[in-house]
């Protein structure tokens, strides 16, 4: 029998199971002061560059997770608040440690947050770039920690992230 743990699982009416979210444009007022917050404070690190209308950023090599243009949007301001958009992108951590050296990071460059929560089955930081869009830093908690309801589904919730219990495991 094929082992098909690794195979991608589909229907004719839903995505493969392997579907994930490869990468993400945002669009840029000015493209260093976006560079120096994905660079410099997230720590991310630049893979290409088209002169001065984009900039590609990845982590460990991968080719982009983010990238930043000006095609459209050089000099724009950031969308008003109650207007449709991108809540927010995420930037999963492989562990505890590493979100905490991410926040350490984002101290150090004086990058405040909009907010910290424990969901039960993550942790998250929450803030936004100088464009005003909404980024999540977060790590999973392994699946067997996850809080489960009696019948066995999901019982998440939002709490307050205790910020220097994460510290603590930087």
Known sequence: MPDTSTQSQTTSD???VSVRIGHVHLKVAELERGLRFWR???????????????????????????????WESAGGEAPA???????????????????????????AHGIALDGASDHGVSEAL????????????YRDRQP???????DGTLAMFTRRLDLASLLAAA
């Open 14 to 16: 839903t995505a493969p």
């Open 40 to 70: 410099d404070a997230i720590g991310l690190e630049v893979q290409a560059r088209i002169g001065d209308q984009a900039v590609f950023l990845g982590a460990d090599g991968y080719h982009h997770h983010i990238a930043l243009n000006t």
């Open 81 to 107: 608040r109650g207007t449709t958009g991108l809540y927010h992108v995420a930037l999963l951590y492989p562990d505890r440690r590493a979100l905490a050296r991410a926040l350490k990071r984002l101290m």
């Open 126 to 137: 929450y803030l936004h770039d100088p464009d005003g869009n909404g980024v999540e830093l």
């Open 144 to 150: 067997a920690e996850w809080p489960r309801a009696p």
